[in-house]
């Protein structure tokens, strides 16, 4: 059916969204929601959890975007060749999450005080990322098996905005690094990454990066 997301105007959870519906050639409509809006609270108390994003597939409604990944998982071939490669898929995209929440405690709780020791710590907490891509046929291909799925835009979003944060933090990861710009490199993708509308989206709700 019909795609919307209705997001904040932020990479936030939603970016890894976009750029699976951008690479998988998909059209969406982006139903942008602005602070103003949002504390008026209309809407929030229409969301599952009072929170966003929202994806609307039809008349189908799903909240929260690691299970909007995985419905459009399901529907575009996007987890994995058998129920092995979508388990490791699973774990994969389970570990992007917990690094995903350490990044947004860091960008929202704590930023200025704990900067340094995150980005110290960094290459330890991506290092298990480097494994798995190492066996992997070699890491030059995707996360799991010998096709792209969902966690793969996950974890390329979550690295894009950690070489933001800390430009040096692939140096010791070089499969990581081959990875970001293979994926890149995806023609449906590098036309989304070059868009406007990416090129003027703010990462998070706060203005950090
Ligand atoms: N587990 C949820 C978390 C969603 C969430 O934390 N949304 C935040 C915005 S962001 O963290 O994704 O940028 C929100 O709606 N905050 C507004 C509010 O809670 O009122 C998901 O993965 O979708």
Request: net charge neutral; with cysteine.
């Amino acid at each position: 059916g019909e795609y919307t997301l209705t997001y904040f105007p932020v990479r936030g959870r939603g970016e890894a969204i976009r750029m699976l519906l951008a690479d998988q050639g998909q059209e969406w409509i982006e139903d942008v929601v602005n602070g103003e809006i949002w504390q008026k609270g209309d809407l929030k108390q229409l969301c599952v959890f009072g929170q966003l994003p929202r994806f609307q597939d039809g008349n189908f409604i799903l909240h929260q975007s690691n299970a909007i990944l995985r419905h459009l998982a399901r529907n575009h071939g996007l987890y994995g060749q058998d129920a092995k490669e979508a388990a490791l898929l699973d774990m994969v995209n389970d570990g992007v999450e917990d690094l995903r929440l350490k990044y947004g405690h860091l960008i929202y709780q704590n930023y200025e005080s704990g900067k340094a020791a995150y980005i110290e710590a960094l290459p330890a907490e991506l290092r298990p990322f480097e494994k798995l891509l190492a066996q992997n046929d070699g890491g030059k291909g995707f996360i799991v098996g010998k096709q792209i799925a969902f966690a793969d835009y996950n974890l390329l979003d979550l690295l894009h905005v950690h070489l933001v944060l800390a430009p040096n933090c692939l140096a010791s990861l070089p499969l990581l690094a081959g990875y970001v710009q293979r994926l890149n490199a995806r023609p449906l993708l590098k036309d989304f990454l070059e868009s406007d509308a990416r090129k003027k989206r703010f990462i998070n709700g706060n203005g950090k990066q």
